[in-house]
Protein backbone atom coordinates (compact mmCIF):
# COMPACT_ATOMS: atom_id res chain seq x y z
CA UNK A 1 0.00 0.00 0.00
CA UNK A 2 0.92 3.51 -0.73
CA UNK A 3 0.08 6.57 1.48
CA UNK A 4 0.52 10.02 0.29
CA UNK A 5 0.31 12.86 3.66
CA UNK A 6 -0.94 16.16 2.45
CA UNK A 7 -2.28 19.26 4.19
CA UNK A 8 1.01 20.68 6.01
CA UNK A 9 1.94 24.19 6.01
CA UNK A 10 2.94 27.78 7.85
CA UNK A 11 0.52 28.42 10.98
CA UNK A 12 0.53 30.92 13.84
CA UNK A 13 0.73 29.43 17.25
CA UNK A 14 -2.70 28.67 18.33
CA UNK A 15 -4.02 28.14 15.05
CA UNK A 16 -5.46 25.25 13.34
CA UNK A 17 -4.56 22.88 10.17
CA UNK A 18 -5.85 19.59 9.04
CA UNK A 19 -3.55 17.17 7.26
CA UNK A 20 -4.72 14.37 5.22
CA UNK A 21 -3.29 10.55 4.60
CA UNK A 22 -4.84 9.06 1.46
CA UNK A 23 -3.77 5.32 0.30
CA UNK A 24 -3.58 3.39 -2.85
CA UNK A 25 -3.02 0.18 -3.87
CA UNK A 26 -4.51 -1.56 -0.82
CA UNK A 27 -7.50 -0.88 0.91
CA UNK A 28 -7.12 0.84 3.61
CA UNK A 29 -9.75 -1.11 6.19
CA UNK A 30 -7.00 -3.20 6.30
CA UNK A 31 -4.84 -1.46 8.05
CA UNK A 32 -4.41 -0.15 11.68
CA UNK A 33 -2.62 3.62 10.91
CA UNK A 34 -0.80 6.46 12.75
CA UNK A 35 0.76 9.38 12.72
CA UNK A 36 4.45 10.39 13.35
CA UNK A 37 6.40 13.49 13.06
CA UNK A 38 9.98 14.47 13.39
CA UNK A 39 12.12 17.62 13.71
CA UNK A 40 15.35 18.62 12.70
CA UNK A 41 18.04 16.73 14.47
CA UNK A 42 15.36 14.88 16.55
CA UNK A 43 14.18 11.24 15.96
CA UNK A 44 11.01 10.34 14.41
CA UNK A 45 8.13 10.68 16.97
CA UNK A 46 4.75 9.00 17.73
CA UNK A 47 1.66 11.33 17.87
CA UNK A 48 -1.41 9.34 17.56
CA UNK A 49 -2.83 5.75 16.19
CA UNK A 50 -6.26 4.62 15.08
CA UNK A 51 -7.41 0.81 15.01
CA UNK A 52 -8.97 -0.64 11.95
CA UNK A 53 -12.40 0.20 12.46
CA UNK A 54 -11.39 3.72 14.12
CA UNK A 55 -13.37 2.83 17.76
CA UNK A 56 -10.16 2.99 19.21
CA UNK A 57 -7.38 5.99 19.68
CA UNK A 58 -3.81 6.61 21.02
CA UNK A 59 -2.64 9.90 21.52
CA UNK A 60 0.68 11.23 22.17
CA UNK A 61 0.72 12.91 25.72
CA UNK A 62 2.00 16.00 24.40
CA UNK A 63 -0.90 16.74 21.89
CA UNK A 64 -3.81 15.09 23.95
CA UNK A 65 -7.08 17.43 24.02
CA UNK A 66 -5.19 19.01 21.04
CA UNK A 67 -5.04 16.76 17.77
CA UNK A 68 -7.81 14.70 16.71
CA UNK A 69 -7.04 11.30 14.57
CA UNK A 70 -9.84 10.04 12.32
CA UNK A 71 -10.62 7.68 8.86
CA UNK A 72 -12.85 6.94 6.39
CA UNK A 73 -12.52 3.73 5.06
CA UNK A 74 -14.35 4.19 2.13
CA UNK A 75 -12.48 7.15 0.93
CA UNK A 76 -9.23 5.37 1.57
CA UNK A 77 -8.45 8.13 4.58
CA UNK A 78 -6.80 9.24 7.42
CA UNK A 79 -7.47 12.70 8.99
CA UNK A 80 -5.31 14.70 11.59
CA UNK A 81 -6.87 17.84 12.85
CA UNK A 82 -4.81 20.11 14.97
CA UNK A 83 -5.71 22.57 16.93
CA UNK A 84 -4.10 24.80 18.92
CA UNK A 85 -1.06 24.33 17.64
CA UNK A 86 2.10 25.10 19.11
CA UNK A 87 5.96 26.00 17.65
CA UNK A 88 6.61 22.62 19.22
CA UNK A 89 4.42 20.88 16.98
CA UNK A 90 6.83 22.04 14.17
CA UNK A 91 8.20 18.83 12.37
CA UNK A 92 7.95 16.97 9.12
CA UNK A 93 4.29 15.00 9.82
CA UNK A 94 4.06 10.91 8.09
CA UNK A 95 0.91 8.55 8.64
CA UNK A 96 1.95 4.61 8.70
CA UNK A 97 0.13 1.94 8.50
CA UNK A 98 0.62 -1.64 10.25
CA UNK A 99 -0.60 -5.06 9.23
CA UNK A 100 -2.91 -6.70 12.36
CA UNK A 101 -0.36 -8.28 14.72
CA UNK A 102 -0.52 -8.44 18.58
CA UNK A 103 0.83 -6.86 21.50
CA UNK A 104 1.33 -3.87 19.77
CA UNK A 105 1.37 -0.34 21.51
CA UNK A 106 1.62 1.45 18.12
CA UNK A 107 3.37 4.07 19.40
CA UNK A 108 7.10 2.94 17.96
CA UNK A 109 7.87 3.30 14.25
CA UNK A 110 8.72 -0.20 13.54
CA UNK A 111 5.30 -1.33 14.40
CA UNK A 112 4.04 0.03 11.32
CA UNK A 113 4.92 -1.54 7.85
CA UNK A 114 4.35 1.32 5.31
CA UNK A 115 5.00 4.76 5.29
CA UNK A 116 4.25 8.26 3.30
CA UNK A 117 5.95 10.83 1.81
CA UNK A 118 6.28 13.60 4.68
CA UNK A 119 4.37 17.22 5.31
CA UNK A 120 5.78 19.80 5.97
CA UNK A 121 3.80 21.77 9.44
CA UNK A 122 5.88 24.96 10.47
CA UNK A 123 3.85 26.84 13.68
CA UNK A 124 5.18 30.16 14.43
CA UNK A 125 5.30 31.96 17.38
Known amino acids: VQLQASGGGPVQAGGSLGLSCVTSGGAIRLYALGWFRQSPGKEREFVAHISWGGDKTIYAQSVKGRFTISRDNAENAMYLQMNNLEPEDTAVYYC???????????????????WGRGTLVTVSS
Open 96 to 114: AASLPGSDRKWNRTYEYNY
